[in-house]
T-cell receptor, first 115, second 112 residues
């Protein structure tokens, strides 16, 4: 059982380049999330999805786009990367009902550096 | 995580108890969580407490919740080197998607 898998794990981009981070989960979870983690700031929610074909903005959505074409996949796109988007990105998923209310299952993270 | 605050660093001796504190602002939060992040890994749920509880104990872990002061703490008894990690406090906000708001994390260092 792989859980939540993120690819790639590391990437270096030049300013203005585009890229896509892929998150895949095999737990049949309805909800999926993209967070970014920056030193001293904890995790901030970028976008989230409550089901296949639906997405919504989180706290810091600017500069990012997402898609949830399949239930198991949640893609995070950067159309024109900026140095301010240098961060560690975490994908998470959650079942829509659980006796362990609200438990998020996280991927191992993707470290992105924008030069 | 501007609505959830934690101290950034805690150092303890192996075998002592560790207490990590957290304050939150949303009185409507239904659940409060502690997540643990080990180096190079994602976050894993450590424990959680429902907002109508004052205390929850799970082996070496004790969670205390003071709703009046919006204060949450995590006590780790007999702290071991394997407990060295970053600990995140998080609160759930009401809403169908159960959005979690995370603190900045407390880095726990355990020394001999």
């Amino acid at each position: 059982n792989a859980g939540v898998t993120q690819t790639p794990k590391f990437r270096v981009l030049k300013t203005g380049q585009s890229m896509t981070l892929l998150c895949a989960q095999d737990m049949n979870h309805e909800y999926m999330y993209w967070y970014r983690q920056d030193p001293g700031m904890g995790l901030r929610l970028i976008h989230y999805s409550v089901g296949e074909g639906t997405t919504a903005k989180g706290e810091v959505p600017d500069g990012y786009n997402v898609s949830r074409l399949k239930k198991q996949n949640f893609l995070l796109g950067l159309e024109s990367a900026a140095p301010s988007q240098t961060s560690v990105y975490f994908c998470a998923s959650r079942i829509n009902f659980s006796n362990r209310a609200g438990e998020l299952f996280f991927g191992e993270g993707s470290r992105l550096t924008v030069l | 995580g501007e609505d959830v605050e934690q101290s950034l660093f805690l150092s303890v001796r192996e075998g002592d108890s560790s207490v990590i504190n957290c304050t939150y602002t949303d009185s409507s939060s239904t659940y409060l969580y502690w997540y643990k992040q080990e180096p190079g890994a994602g976050l894993q749920l450590l424990t959680y407490i429902f907002s109508n509880m004052d205390m929850k104990q799970d082996q070496r872990l004790t969670v205390l919740l003071n709703k009046k002061d919006k204060h949450l703490s995590l006590r780790i008894a007999d702290t071991q080197t394997g407990d060295s990690a970053i600990y995140f406090c998080a609160e759930s906000r009401s809403g169908g998607y159960n959005k979690l708001i995370f603190g900045a994390g407390t880095r726990l260092a355990v020394h001999p």
